[in-house]
């Protein structure tokens, strides 16, 4: 079995304000047949390297290693966007003190960062598109932004002081300089 091929990459963390790295992979039998179209899912990041790196809140739900607090894209197929940048998108809108607009522009360079970047030229532009008209959907409504305020205003942080020192500090010392 072919390994992924993967790419380091920095990412936001859902508070839009710590960053976290982790490498972007994609299936390398579909980057090898150079499908011209791909379903969204060819590519992923893998999320506990956010949890270990950045701040995790009570609002997250976290339980064994899956966020109960999040659907990943709602109402769009996962596919046609990118599972992990949504669900990164659904924790920072229950993040306290971020914007909305915040949000919704780190859902569109996570999906660009985990999958458009990755992929063939044509998929690229395709996916480019798909994540630029997902942000720009999502400025029509507040509805979800307003919904998950109620959550907002009751979450904390869940990860205890020295837990956030250590964090703050291999952020610090193992974040790659590109």
Same mark, same amino acid.
């Given at each position: 079995?072919?390994?992924?091929?993967?790419?380091?990459?920095?990412?936001?963390?859902?508070?839009?304000?710590?960053?976290?790295?982790?490498?972007?992979?994609?299936?390398?039998?579909?980057?090898?047949?150079?499908?011209?179209?791909?379903?969204?899912?060819?590519?992923? &990041?893998?999320?506990?390297?956010?949890?270990?790196?950045?701040?995790?809140?009570?609002?997250?739900?976290?339980?064994?290693?899956?966020?109960?607090?999040?659907?990943?894209?709602?109402?769009?197929?996962?596919? +046609?966007?990118?599972?992990?940048?949504?669900?990164?998108?659904? +924790?920072?809108?229950?993040?306290?003190?971020?914007?909305?607009?915040?949000?919704?522009? &780190?859902?569109?360079?996570?999906?660009?960062?985990?999958?458009?970047?990755? &992929?063939? &030229?044509?998929?690229?532009? +395709?996916?480019?598109?798909?994540?630029? +008209?997902?942000?720009?959907?999502?400025?029509?409504?507040?509805?979800?932004?307003?919904?998950?305020?109620?959550?907002?205003?009751?979450?904390q942080l869940a990860d205890s002081l020295m837990t956030r020192i250590w964090k703050y500090s291999v952020n610090r010392m193992f974040r790659p300089m590109f």
């Amino acid at each position: 079995k072919a390994e992924p091929v993967c790419t380091p990459k920095v990412f936001t963390c859902p508070d839009n304000k710590q960053k976290f790295t982790a490498d972007a992979c994609c299936s390398p039998l579909w980057l090898s047949i150079g499908a011209p179209l791909g379903f969204g899912n060819e590519c992923w &990041v893998d999320l506990d390297l956010m949890v270990e790196q950045c701040d995790i809140f009570s609002c997250y739900g976290l339980v064994n290693g899956t966020f109960n607090s999040t659907d990943g894209c709602t109402y769009i197929p996962d596919m +046609l966007l990118n599972y992990e940048a949504c669900v990164i998108h659904d +924790l920072c809108y229950v993040t306290p003190g971020v914007t909305k607009a915040e949000c919704d522009t &780190v859902m569109k360079d996570n999906i660009n960062k985990i999958y458009c970047d990755n &992929v063939n &030229v044509f998929e690229r532009q +395709l996916c480019s598109i798909r994540a630029s +008209l997902a942000a720009t959907a999502l400025e029509w409504t507040d509805k979800y932004f307003v919904a998950a305020g109620i959550v907002r205003d009751k979450c904390q942080l869940a990860d205890s002081l020295m837990t956030r020192i250590w964090k703050y500090s291999v952020n610090r010392m193992f974040r790659p300089m590109f």
